[in-house]
């Protein structure tokens, strides 16, 4: 018994699928990344207008104490969302506050600044080394040479105060801060979908 032999077209064009590229390392979206990160002054600009009013962060009346840690985790996690401008600028104050009270920081920095600004205003390479240093490569050479002298001016020191009160100042504030008198929690989401 013979069995019928069977025929199947398979003429035609095929197209193979396109790879995506997500998974794997794209030179072009690496080259992009300095465009997609905001500038200082666009972050503070960006902070600025989410601000929530200062009379409505130092209200004093809203300070109560929380009755159990479930609801204090809760007040911070909702306080830091609600309030992270605020937060932002009590960091840079007290940022601000150091170096005005901290002379040769301030005196190290400065020299810097100048010297970055007359780098650029001369716009000149130089040879190091047999090598030429454009104007941006003096810049870092600059700020380089500058770390030695703000470790001896206490830099280091002053850093890890601001980011010592800096948390103790903020986590204070975050669980101290009765947010439900001011913002229900459908309110907030709210707040959270319309931005």
């Not at 007040?75 to 940022?95: D, E, K, M, P």
């Not at 770390?147 to 101290?176: D, E, Q, R, T």
Request: charged share 15%.
């Amino acid at each position: 018994m013979e069995t019928p032999e069977v025929h199947i077209d398979v003429s035609g064009d095929m197209e193979t699928p396109k790879q995506d590229n997500k998974t794997g390392f794209n030179l072009s979206s690496f080259s992009n990344f300095s465009t997609r990160i905001p500038s200082l002054w666009e972050l503070l600009r960006l902070s600025r207008q989410n601000i929530r009013p200062w009379a409505e962060f130092l209200q004093t009346s809203n300070f109560k104490t929380v009755a159990n840690v479930s609801r204090l985790t809760n007040r911070i996690i909702r306080n830091l969302a609600y309030f992270q401008s605020n937060y932002l600028f009590v960091f840079l104050g007290l940022i601000v506050y150091c170096l005005l009270t901290s002379p040769l920081i301030l005196i190290v920095l400065g020299a810097v600044f100048y010297a970055c600004y007359k780098i650029k205003q001369n716009s000149t390479p130089v040879a190091f080394f047999s090598k030429q240093l454009n104007t941006n490569q003096q810049c870092i050479a600059v700020n380089v040479a500058s770390v030695p002298l703000l470790y001896l001016a206490g830099a280091g020191a002053v850093m890890f105060w601001v980011l010592g009160a800096s948390f103790f100042v903020i986590s204070l504030h975050a669980a101290f801060y009765n947010i439900d008198a001011i913002v229900t929690e459908d309110m907030e989401t709210f707040l959270t979908e319309t931005v």
